[in-house]
C-alpha cells in the first residue's frame, strides 16, 4: 500500500509547495498583476500536477515491480502445435511521394512507382492460439511428417513497370490428430511462489553453495527438457517421446513432468535437489531416479499436490523395472485421472514477505526528483505571458 500512497501524496505535497510560495501566484493577491498572467499561472499549475501524478504512478509501479519480482519464478508451459503456413514470396506495385528543390527555391513534388517483393514466410499456431514465425527447413521437416500440406489461398502479385508480377501461393497444414505425430513446444513463464521467499513452515532448508551449483532450477536456465540427467545418457528418440507426453497433457492438466535421473548415489541427492530448488514448480511433478544400468536403485516423486495418489503409483511402478517408453505410457495413463495442480492463491495470500525498504526509499526520491525536475521545465518552457512589474493588492 505504500507504493499506492506515493503517486497520491507526492504530486499533492508539490502542488501544495507551488501554492504556497510565489513562484506561480494564481490570485492576484498572492503577487499576479492581471488576469492574463493568473490563467497563464493555472495552465502551468495544471500541466505540473497531471505529469506528476502520471509520473509518479508510472514511478510507483516500476518499484513495486522490481519490489515484488522476487517473489515470482519461471515455469515452463507445454503445448501443441496445431498448425502451419507458407506463404510464398509475391510482389505488389508500390508509390511514394518525394519533393525536391531547385537553386530558386522552387518545390517540385515527384511520385515514383516499385515493386516491393513480400516473403517467403513460414508460421505456426498452437493451441492457444498464438502465431509464431519459423524457418524453411524446421517447415518442411513437419510438413513431412504431418503429410498433409494443401493450398489455401492466393496473394495476387502486381508490379510497377516493365517488372514481373508474382503470385504468392498460401499453404497451411494441420496435425493429424495423432500422437506419434505430435509437433511439441514449450515456453517459459512466470508464477507467483512466495513459499520460496517467505519464512514459511512449508520453506526447505538452506541451500549451500554447493548445493546451489550442482542444482540450478532447470526453468531458470530456460531448460525445458523432460529429462534432466545426472549421469546416465539419453537418446533423442527418448528426450522426443517425453516431450510429446508433456505437450499432450500440457494444456489440458497443466503439468510439466520432469525426469531426473542420477547414476549410482545415495537417495539424499534428491534432499540436496529439492534444499537447492526451494520445491519444485507448482506445476512440475518431479520423478527422482537412480539408474546402476538397467537396474533401479530408488525412486522418489515429488510435487505440490496434496494428494499422492500419482506419486505412489509412478514410484511402485518403476521401481519394478524401469524404460523411458514405461514412464511415457504411467504418465499418459494416469496423469488425466490423478494430477491436480495446487492453487496457489490462498497460501500467496496467507504467506508475508517483507519489502525490502530501500526500494520505496528509491521511489520517493525519484518521485522528489521528478517533482523538481518537472518544475523547471515547465518554467522554462512555459515561461510567463508578460514580464511587467508585479504590484501588490490590498
Not at 508539490?14 to 510565489?22: F, K, N, R, S
Not at 512449508?202 to 532450477?217: D, H, L, M, S, V
Not at 540427467?229 to 528418440?237: L, M
Not at 491436480?340 to 525519484?366: C, G, Q, R
Request: aromatic share 14%; charged share 20%.
Amino acid at each position: 500500500m505504500t507504493f499506492f500512497w506515493i503517486p497520491a501524496l507526492i504530486p499533492l505535497l508539490g502542488a501544495l509547495i507551488l501554492l504556497l510560495c510565489p513562484a506561480w501566484p494564481i490570485c492576484k493577491w498572492e503577487g499576479a498583476t492581471n488576469t492574463d498572467e493568473i490563467i497563464h499561472n493555472w495552465k502551468k499549475f495544471g500541466i505540473y500536477l497531471a505529469v506528476n501524478i502520471l509520473g509518479c504512478a508510472i514511478l510507483a509501479s516500476l518499484f513495486w515491480w522490481g519490489a515484488v519480482s522476487k517473489q515470482y519464478f519461471p515455469e515452463v508451459w507445454n503445448y501443441r502445435i496445431v498448425s502451419t503456413r507458407h506463404e510464398a514470396q509475391w510482389t505488389t506495385e508500390e508509390s511514394e511521394t518525394y519533393t525536391t528543390t531547385d537553386s530558386d527555391g522552387n518545390s517540385t513534388t515527384h511520385t515514383r512507382y516499385y515493386t516491393e517483393k513480400h516473403g517467403p514466410y513460414w508460421y505456426t499456431t498452437d493451441e492457444y492460439g498464438s502465431e509464431s514465425r519459423i524457418d524453411e527447413q524446421t517447415y518442411n521437416q513437419w510438413i513431412a511428417t504431418w503429410g498433409n500440406e494443401k493450398q489455401v489461398g492466393i496473394h495476387k502479385g502486381s508490379s510497377a513497370g516493365w517488372d514481373r508480377s508474382i503470385d504468392g501461393p498460401i499453404k497451411e497444414s494441420y496435425w493429424p490428430q495423432t500422437f506419434v505425430t505430435i509437433w511439441p513446444s514449450e515456453e517459459i513463464r512466470k508464477y507467483k511462489n512466495k513459499v520460496r521467499v517467505s519464512n514459511s513452515v512449508f520453506k526447505y532448508g538452506e541451500a549451500t553453495k554447493e548445493q546451489k551449483a550442482r542444482f540450478p532450477r532447470p526453468a531458470d536456465q530456460g531448460n525445458g527438457s523432460p529429462i534432466i540427467s545426472y549421469g546416465p545418457a539419453f537418446s533423442e528418440a527418448d528426450i522426443m517421446l517425453l516431450r510429446r507426453v508433456n505437450a499432450q497433457l500440457g494444456v489440458a492438466n497443466r503439468i510439466h513432468a520432469m525426469l531426473v535421473v542420477f547414476g549410482k548415489e545415495p537417495r539424499s541427492v534428491v534432499t540436496d535437489a529439492l534444499v537447492a530448488w526451494q520445491g519444485p514448480n507448482k506445476n512440475e511433478l518431479c520423478t527422482f531416479i537412480s539408474l546402476d544400468g538397467t537396474n533401479v536403485n530408488w525412486v522418489e516423486v515429488h510435487s505440490w499436490m496434496d494428494n499422492t495418489t500419482l506419486h505412489g503409483i509412478v514410484r511402485d511402478e518403476l521401481v519394478s523395472g524401469f524404460s523411458i517408453k514405461k514412464y511415457a505410457d504411467l504418465l499418459l495413463e494416469y496423469c488425466p485421472k490423478h494430477w491436480k495442480k495446487k492453487d496457489f492463491t490462498a497460501m500467496n495470500e496467507y504467506l508475508h514477505v517483507s519489502i525490502n525498504p530501500i526500494w520505496i526509499i528509491l521511489a520517493l526520491i525519484f518521485s522528489v526528483i521528478l517533482g523538481i525536475v518537472s518544475y523547471f521545465v515547465i518554467e522554462n518552457c512555459l515561461g510567463e505571458p508578460d514580464r511587467r512589474t508585479h504590484y501588490d493588492y490590498y
